[in-house]
């Protein structure tokens, strides 16, 4: 009698054990994080990742009774490399969401994979206008190089700038940057002297610079990636560009918080149209700014807010959903999701998923030894102007 009831007492503890240990695995939420953390880019991956660990340190490690994991997987910035582990992160680790995509191409690459697994997919950094096209499970929380641009173009039409050469490393955000900036420029009646497109990998600006030179246009209008501005203004100023008359404009990728001390002094009165400075002033942005720096040991930039705003958007989605995983509610809970960013306000436009924002203006200036970008003018809710021209 007593054996039995014992017996059954054991059994009924071992089976509440493993319903207990299937439960704790059901509760963790694995968020697959692909960026480059090795290569060229790697400040990009640096940036983000920092942004990522912040964000939890900030907000806890789980969220509707889930636990939060990032699983970080170090792509170099190579497309067949991003596919692949997406295909891993989904298949094998049955993440819940991919997150992070330093540029174009990775992203590119991992939408087909978005879209079998119905996996949402977070867009950090990269910012050429079709990617939230190839996947309805793509949302974007960095930006679109023509919701940008056309700020810098209108500033550049209002303030005596009449010809432009445009210099841009050849790909798809480049060639968004060049033709969002030759579009509202010249419709503003400004004249496009040159359209230059520069080689992704190692760059050499110096023969582009001396075409610059020899059209002699007001103002040069320059997209380069996050992270190669200080080898572009470094080609600049041995050129002599810097002291030629011409003015140095284009998106806030050139003048990159992270690098911008580094850049030097040519950088000073540059003039650039982005949706986030480090001295963006907020009080908001004060606390992002001072943790992160703490933490990271680094300047914040406007990649790492798209990764701080990506797990933002992460954790309210699961709150909205009560902690439920399908792809398809937590789109629907991501779509038309509205704070107050680091950058400013934001929302996610609920017809394309990607992220509307302020675009703001802003001079490069130095405070005590610091070069910042110091907003002077905002464009407010900007949405991706090619899509919005969609019919
Ligand atoms: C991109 O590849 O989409 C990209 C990368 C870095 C930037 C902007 C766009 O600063």
Do not use: C
Not at 91 to 101: E, M, S, W
Not at 102 to 130: D, H, N, R, Y
Not at 172 to 193: H, L, S, W
């Amino acid at each position: 009698m007593h054996q039995v009831s014992l017996l059954k007492r054991l059994a009924a503890f071992a089976l509440m054990a493993g319903l207990a240990g299937a439960a704790m695995a059901q509760d963790a939420v694995k968020v697959g994080l692909i960026l480059p953390m090795t290569g060229p880019f790697a400040s990009t991956g640096k940036q983000i990742e920092a942004a990522v660990k912040l964000y939890m340190q900030r907000n806890g490690a789980s969220v509707a009774g889930k636990k939060i994991e990032v699983i970080l997987k170090d792509d170099g910035g190579v497309a067949d490399t991003t596919r692949r582990l997406a295909q891993e992160l989904v298949v094998n680790d049955k993440v819940q969401f991919l997150a992070g995509f330093g540029l174009t191409p990775l992203a590119l690459a991992t939408a087909p994979i978005a879209t079998q697994g119905k996996v949402p997919m977070i867009v950090m950094a990269a910012a050429t206008s079709i990617i939230t096209e190839q996947s309805p499970f793509i949302v974007r929380t960095s930006f679109t190089l023509p919701q940008v641009a056309i700020g810098i173009a209108d500033w550049a039409a209002k303030n005596k700038i009449r010809k432009v050469v445009s210099l841009v490393s050849d790909y798809g955000p480049g060639i968004d940057a060049e033709n969002a900036f030759k579009g509202r420029f010249t419709a503003a009646g400004g004249q496009m002297a040159a359209e230059l497109r520069v080689p992704l990998a190692n760059p050499d600006f110096a023969p582009f610079l001396q075409r610059v030179r020899d059209a002699a246009p007001d103002a040069v209008f320059v997209f380069v990636p996050s992270g190669v501005g200080a080898s572009f203004a470094k080609q600049f100023v041995e050129r002599g560009l810097d002291k030629s008359g011409i003015r140095l404009i284009g998106t806030g990728d050139v003048t990159d918080d992270d690098i911008l001390n580094r850049m030097g002094d040519v950088t000073l009165g540059v003039i650039t149209s982005h949706h986030y400075s480090a001295a963006h002033p907020s009080a908001v942005n004060r606390a992002f700014v001072d943790a992160f720096t703490k933490a990271a040991q680094m300047r914040p930039n406007f990649m790492a807010v798209g990764g701080y705003d990506g797990m933002h958007l992460i954790y309210k989605s699961l709150e909205a959903t009560k902690g439920a995983t399908g792809g398809e509610a937590l789109l629907a809970a991501m779509k038309g999701m509205s704070w107050e960013s680091p950058r400013g306000p934001v929302s996610i436009d609920p017809q394309t998923r990607d992220i509307i924002q302020n675009v703001y203006i802003r001079k490069v200036e130095k405070s005590g030894d610091q070069l910042y970008n110091v907003e002077f003018d905002t464009i407010p809710m900007v949405k991706d102007p090619v899509k919005a021209a969609k019919p």
